[in-house]
C-alpha cells in the first residue's frame, strides 16, 4: 500500500531556465559576438593611445627638418576629415537599413560610404608623397616618425574596413540580410564609428595643434 501511495504522489517536473538567464547555459550568440567585438574595439583604442601618447612626446623632435606648420595643408585635411565623418553618417543610415531588412538601401548607403572611405584614403595617400618627395619622410625626424606611424595606421585600418564592406555587401547579395550577416554587419558599423573617433583625436592633435 505504501507503495502504491508513492505512486499516486504528484511528480514535480524541474523547472527549465532561459539559457543564459541563470540556468548555467551559454549566453545568446548575437550577445557573445558583440562582446567579443567590444573587447577588440578597446584594445584598438589602447594601441592608438600608445601612439597618441608617443606622438605628444616626440612631436618637438624635428631634428633640425620641417615641422607640422611647414609641412600641414589643413584645406586638404578638412576635406578629408568631412568624407571620413559623411562616410560615418551613411554608414549609420546603412546599418539602419540593414535591421529594418532593406537591402536595395543597405547597398546604396554602403557604395556611399565606400566611395567617401576611399577619397579619404586618396587624399591622405596624396599628402604623404608629397611629404616624401620634398624629402619629410618618416626617417627624416622622430617627429615624422610618429607622425607617419599614428596617421599611417589609421588609414591601415580604414582600408581594412573598406576590405570587410567589400566581402560583407558580397555577402548580403549572396545570402541576403540573414542574422548572421546582419550581426557582421553591425559589428562592421562599430568598427567604423570607432575609426571616426579616432580621427577627431588625429585631427585635433596632429593637424589643428600642429599647423598655423
Known amino acids: 500500500m505504501a507503495i502504491a501511495a ?3 504522489a504528484p511528480t514535480q517536473t524541474p ?4 539559457p543564459g538567464r541563470g540556468g548555467g547555459g551559454p549566453a545568446s550568440k548575437r550577445i557573445v559576438v558583440a562582446y567579443g567585438f567590444w573587447i577588440f574595439i578597446l ?3 589602447v594601441m592608438f593611445a600608445a601612439l ?11 631634428a633640425g627638418g620641417p615641422t ?6 589643413l584645406r586638404n585635411v578638412f576635406i578629408e576629415t568631412m568624407c571620413l565623418l559623411v562616410s560615418s553618417y551613411t554608414c549609420g543610415l546603412g546599418a539602419l537599413s540593414a535591421e ?13 560610404t565606400f566611395v567617401l572611405g576611399s577619397a579619404f584614403l586618396f587624399i591622405e595617400a596624396t599628402e604623404f608623397a608629397r611629404m616624401v618627395a620634398i624629402g619629410a619622410g618618416p626617417s627624416r625626424s622622430a617627429f615624422l616618425s610618429a607622425f607617419f606611424t599614428l596617421v599611417g595606421m589609421h588609414g591601415l585600418h580604414v582600408t581594412s574596413g573598406l576590405i570587410a564592406l567589400v566581402y560583407l555587401v558580397a555577402q548580403v547579395i549572396a545570402k541576403g540580410l540573414q542574422a548572421a550577416v546582419l550581426r557582421r554587419l553591425l559589428c562592421w558599423s562599430l568598427f567604423w564609428h570607432a575609426l571616426d573617433i579616432v580621427w ?4 585635433t592633435l596632429v593637424y589643428l595643434m600642429g599647423a598655423p
Open 6 to 8: 508513492i505512486d499516486r
Open 15 to 18: 523547472i527549465e531556465l532561459a
Open 43 to 45: 584594445g584598438d583604442i
Open 52 to 62: 597618441f601618447a608617443a606622438y605628444a612626446v616626440l612631436r618637438g623632435n624635428t
Open 68 to 73: 607640422g606648420t611647414e609641412l600641414f595643408n
Open 100 to 112: 529594418l531588412r532593406r537591402p536595395a538601401r543597405f547597398l546604396i548607403f554602403a557604395a556611399l
Open 200 to 203: 577627431v583625436g588625429v585631427f
